[in-house]
Nanobody
Framework: QVQVAESGGGLVQAGASLRLSCTAS????????LGWFRQAPGKEREFVAA??????????ADSVKGRFTISRYNADNPMRVYLQMTSLVPEDTAVYFC???????????????????WGQGTQVTVSS
């Protein structure tokens, strides 16, 4: 089973940018989709962005479209994806999780239930 770990969180002011990194090891790179989710206090875990490795196909939640970009690092294992976050607002404050799934394509929006391997999460705090 692939193992996932994320890093790069921190405390920033509104309007700033931040980049998160996710490393997924132990899997065959073209057979996974890597995704980012976030969970704010008292709220459910929500989808942020995903990247299907084999086709580099990306998808985003409406709330982050135009501000966040998911990309991959094209090198040998481990798989590595980034989440570049710009124009951050206080509502982006949450614990951000990276996750992996063997589902390579989905018409409906991704949900947490689609993903089986999860990282520990990294805190992102945006002050106003």
């Amino acid at each position: 089973q692939v193992q996932v770990a994320e890093s790069g969180g921190g405390l920033v002011q509104a309007g700033a940018s931040l980049r998160l990194s996710c490393t997924a090891s132990g899997g065959t790179r073209n057979t996974y989709t890597l995704g980012w989710f976030r969970q704010a206090p008292g709220k459910e875990r929500e989808f942020v962005a995903a990247l299907a490795w084999s086709r580099a196909e990306t998808s985003y939640a409406d709330s982050v479209k135009g501000r966040f970009t998911i990309s991959r690092y094209n090198a040998d294992n481990p798989m590595r994806v980034y989440l570049q976050m710009t124009s951050l607002v206080p509502e982006d404050t949450a614990v951000y999780f990276c996750a992996a799934t063997s589902i390579l394509y989905k018409v409906a929006p991704w949900s947490a239930d689609d993903f089986r391997s999860w990282g520990q999460g990294t805190q992102v705090t945006v002050s106003s």
